[in-house]
């Protein structure tokens, strides 16, 4: 199942359509504008067109992410309930859409250390289900990060504290980007893949996994630093893409790209390109 973030500009439904045009199973939205912490309401009659065009397309597992301003594990009381108050609103906008999963970066600790951080994101987090208790459709999906700065969930450990010790197990997943966790350290090419699929299910567990993000990587292994490049033209490679793809446990798992957007010489969409590699190795 493969899919692609896609811009909402002109209307949320475009991006339904964009992914239509490229033969993709399903799409991966921003439902507002991520850059700002204001929002206005979502209009009925965006609801009704979002609604009526993932109906048409036949996409089940559509995918939101949350804005980057959000800090869950921030030190700062202010941020974090600023924080707080912006991931309500995105659960909700999930919900009233229809979309089931909400990929979304644990966030930073800001130099109170990892252990303290997973405690408050955690904190934090539950104090927003509970808020959201009627949106029991969306899934959070927290997502694997390459370790930037003071960035948690870099380690599949940070990741699976943070499901096990959150009130609200069953309403959280995981979302793997590949780039973000070759950034980290873990090495998953070709005949590596076997020990690194069994450290996987050891810590988060597998079926933990609701989406996954299909990019290269621009920088080395373990570099930490988070730089997307197209499929098999980065230091991943095809042979570390292969393995996710021939997984038949993930075979229904949403895969999205998050590839630079644009053409290539010959003009042809690089996410055309990218999806036509994928279906190449999978």
Known sequence: MFGSHLSIAGGMHHAVEAAEALGL????????NQQQWKCKPLEAKAVST??????????????????????LASPDAALRKKSADLFVEEIRRCDTLGI???????????????????????????????????????????????????????????????????KFPERLGVCLDTAHLFAAGYDFRGKKFPTFWKHLGETIGHDAIKVMHLNDSKKALGSRVDRHEHIGLGEIGDDGFTPWLKKRALK??????????????????????????LKSLA
């Open 100 to 166: 089931p999963y909400l990929v979304s970066h644990p966030g930073a600790h800001m130099g109170a250390g990892e252990s303290a951080g997973i405690k408050r994101f955690v904190k934090t987090l539950d104090a927003v289900l509970n808020r959201t208790k009627k949106c029991v459709g969306v899934t959070v999906c927290l997502e694997a990060t390459a370790g930037q700065g003071s960035s948690l969930g870099h380690r599949l450990e940070h990741l699976a504290e943070m499901l096990t010790t959150s």
């Open 252 to 277: 229904k798992v949403p895969k999205i790209l998050e590839t630079a957007k644009g053409e290539t010489d010959d003009r042809e969409s690089w996410d055309a390109v990218n999806l036509r590699r």
């Open 50 to 71: 979002w609604r009526a065009a993932i109906e048409r397309a036949g996409f089940t597992k559509t995918v939101s992410h949350d804005s980057y301003l959000i800090n």
């Open 25 to 32: 199973d399903t799409v991966q939205v921003f439902t507002k």
